[in-house]
């Protein structure tokens, strides 16, 4: 037996309540994981709530992300004792999970087994939209909404290893002197500056193109129309996510005239094929990068299991700094 998280009710954290269940097993080319640590993300919070619930033949405990060590496998890419983080579909609030073996990926040696559980969810993010759908190449300029979230603090680190320049957004002077200080080259408060302008008057300060290739939006709404101006030719508008709005409006004949293009992405649903091509980018751009410390994981907080509903409270107060983890050690 195991425990795990369940959602007794949707709504607020008070309904995340501990249970027990049997230990699931790995089916052909899956391996089960003993949990160490969950990467907690807005999208656990969003299916408390009842709002995204998990896709066809996931589980449905919540969890999209965890660090461990393989108790079994039934792949010959792993054996029992490797220490791994992997991405899930579902499942990551519980002592032990099953996931494909080609979703994880090895925790480097210098690296706590715990602190790499704030690792998967958003590398395979801004991989997915950044460098595999918004096609960066070495010199372009990105901007990021939502710099000091998990998903912001490693696009930073990935931007700048990878030879581009960061624009980000945050909401306090905290945030962003920490988006600067992990290589942002320049951190906007969105609470006390206009965006748009601010990358203006950064760009003429230092006389070069105002212009941007490509904007990761995590807010949507009104944000969109402000977007689209600072973006250059052939630019590409990648949304994930839309706390400020589902509706947009668009200047059509500005993305006619600057070619744009103007997309979107969720991961948990991706089919598996495609989950696994991201991971295989990753073992090849990125882990050489996280293995030589050029690229870490920002944690906020770590708090035991059973202090989840406090996680998620934290979390919603959206306070924090890169990632939060429940610890299962």
Request: charged share 20%; glycine share 8%.
């Amino acid at each position: 037996m195991m425990q795990f998280i369940q959602i007794k009710e949707f709504g607020s954290a008070d309904q995340l309540q501990l249970a027990s269940c049997d230990i699931p097993s790995p089916q052909d080319g899956e391996v089960l994981i003993k949990v160490v640590a969950s990467g907690l993300n807005r999208a656990d919070i969003l299916q408390r709530k009842g709002h995204y619930p998990p896709p066809s033949g996931a589980s449905d405990i919540p969890g999209l992300e965890v660090s461990g060590i393989i108790e079994k496998s039934n792949s010959p890419l792993w054996s029992k004792g490797d220490k791994v983080c992997a991405l899930l579909a579902g499942g990551g609030y519980a002592q032990y999970c099953t996931v494909d073996a080609r979703l994880c990926l090895p925790v480097p040696e210098h690296m706590s087994t715990q602190d790499a559980a704030a690792l998967p969810e958003a590398l395979f993010t801004v991989w997915n939209n950044i460098f595999d759908i918004g096609q960066f190449k070495q010199g372009q300029t990105i901007l990021v909404h939502g710099g000091s979230s998990g998903i912001g603090t490693a696009a930073i680190q990935m931007v700048k290893a990878l030879g581009g320049t960061i624009y980000v957004t945050a909401g306090s002077a905290e945030k962003c002197n920490a988006c600067i200080k992990l290589g942002a080259d320049l951190a906007i408060n969105y609470k006390e500056s206009d965006f748009a302008e601010e990358i203006r008057r950064y760009a003429d300060s230092r006389k070069i193109d105002q212009g941007v290739d490509i904007v990761l939006d995590m807010v949507g709404g009104d944000y969109i129309a402000k977007n689209l101006p600072l973006l250059r030719e052939f630019g590409r508008h990648i949304s994930i996510a839309s706390p400020n709005g589902r509706i947009a409006e668009i200047d059509i004949a500005r993305m006619m005239i600057k070619k744009l293009t103007i997309t979107g992405s969720t991961l948990r649903a991706r089919p598996l094929p495609e989950k696994v091509k991201l991971a295989g980018a990753l073992r090849e751009h990125i882990w050489p990068l996280v293995e030589d410390k050029t690229i870490h994981p920002v944690i906020y907080k770590t708090l035991p299991y059973q202090d989840v509903s406090a996680a998620h409270e934290l979390m919603e107060t959206s306070q924090h700094i890169g990632k939060i983890l429940l610890s299962w050690a």
